[in-house]
């Protein structure tokens, strides 16, 4: 059972009263952002606090950091009284309510909301990914930032599943890779792993940054670079990252078709970030 978190308080039913003024709702005005939680301890929680609060403050909405800690604190001690081993954790911040139109409101009150979802297992099942006519647009900040205007998203999705595949993979206006709709995508060469460059129309992921930050321990160089569609297509392997999968092996892009979850680059690490998991949350392999 889901449960959500509003106001300081924890409801277990969807239905909460609402200000219907509010931007979030009107404009898509705000952000949010997912972790996951194993046995009441939240994956990479510092990380995802801190791309919480560096968003909003680009996109100017001021809000105490120890209300958002709280936020996280109370849904994943939830999550344990609850006995819900692996959940999704989904904090939304929006600019709270607001006049009509787009100017700003003139004293802000921004709102959190925050809820918690059980999830299956089997994170790492293999992908299939297609190619969508839905463009990033690298030039906008949006790309950079998790809003809650996911409806690019939403139909590239959308646009996959109608041509038999899980996942779209979205390239830039320049034609080069961006990422999939809902995770960064590295591509392996050998020893050489490659993956889009910030600024090509990414969410800077947080397990991208850990594969970024700790790759070169496992023997592995990490390249940031401009990847065109044709390059990523020979590739050995390909994997795509998010905070809920972790690691998940590419099986096929429309009509190529990859091994890459037996490819011992992708296994080594897909085993690094499920370690790292078990090290910061206490739990064992199978569990995450």
Do not use: Q
């Amino acid at each position: 059972m889901p449960l959500f978190w509003s106001d300081g308080a924890l409801f277990e039913t969807a239905v909460h009263p609402y200000d219907l003024t509010d931007r979030g709702l009107l404009l898509g005005d705000g952000l949010f952002d997912t972790a996951l939680v194993l046995r009441g301890k939240v994956h990479r929680e510092m990380a995802h606090r801190m791309r919480l609060l560096e968003g909003l403050s680009e996109i100017g909405i001021a809000m105490a950091p120890e209300i958002i800690i709280e936020a996280f604190s109370v849904l994943a001690h939830a999550s344990r009284t609850k006995g819900i081993e692996r959940a999704a954790l989904r904090v939304m911040i929006t600019r709270g309510p607001g006049p009509r139109g787009l100017g700003l409101p003139p004293t802000p009150l921004p709102h959190l909301l925050a809820s918690l979802a059980p999830l299956a297992n089997n994170p790492s099942a293999p992908l299939t990914l297609h190619v969508s006519k839905i463009r990033r647009n690298e030039t906008s900040p949006l790309s950079r930032l998790k809003t809650l205007s996911s409806l690019d998203a939403v139909l590239a999705h959308r646009e996959a599943l109608n041509a038999g595949c899980d996942e779209a993979l979205c390239l830039n206006t320049a034609g080069r890779i961006a990422c999939a709709a809902s995770g960064n995508l590295f591509a392996v060469f050998g020893r050489k792993i490659l993956t889009p460059k910030l600024g090509e129309g990414l969410l800077p992921g947080c397990i991208r940054a850990l594969l970024l930050a700790e790759g070169a321990s496992l023997g592995y160089e990490m390249i940031e670079t401009e990847l065109e569609c044709e390059h990523l297509l020979a590739a050995e392997a390909v994997f795509m990252t998010n905070s809920l999968r972790l690691l998940a092996p590419v099986s096929r892009i429309d009509d190529v078709s990859f091994v890459s979850a037996s490819h011992a680059a992708f296994a080594a690490l897909r085993d690094f970030v499920w370690r790292h998991a078990e090290n910061e949350c206490g739990v064992a392999n199978h569990d995450v």
